[in-house]
């Protein structure tokens, strides 16, 4: 079994920053993706940014230029830093991991963590 705690969700007026962190825990053998989705009222859930295990990156056009991933493969933790926040950035917000347990691979979801930005 995969968990993945997410934290560092929160509240913040445009132009702000926040950092939303995700680790994960259980028994796999690697995890070759991770990334973050958002799900805003109304909508569909939507990748905003993923990032491998080696390293490379994919970015939402909304979030190029303005949201860094990254993640530490010693912790199995992915980071979301989130600069220069506007009000359509609000939605809750899923880590995401692709993992495999020596068999097959999985997909595994976090619970959750709201942002809100707004003045």
């Not at 993706?33 to 569909?44: D, E, H, L």
């Amino acid at each position: 079994q995969v968990q993945l705690v997410e934290s560092g969700g929160g509240f913040a007026q445009p132009g702000g920053s926040l950092r939303l962190s995700c680790t994960a825990s259980g028994n796999f053998f690697s995890m070759p993706a991770m990334g973050w989705y958002r799900q805003a009222p109304g909508k569909q859930r939507e990748l905003v940014a993923s990032i491998t295990s080696g390293g490379s990156t994919t970015y939402a056009d909304s979030a190029k230029g303005r949201f860094t991933i990254s993640r530490d493969n010693t912790k199995n933790t992915v980071y979301l830093q989130m600069n220069s926040l506007k009000p359509e950035d609000t939605a809750v917000y899923y880590c995401n991991a692709v993992v495999f347990g020596g068999e097959k691979f999985g997909t595994h979801w976090g619970q959750g963590t709201q942002v809100t930005v707004s003045s």
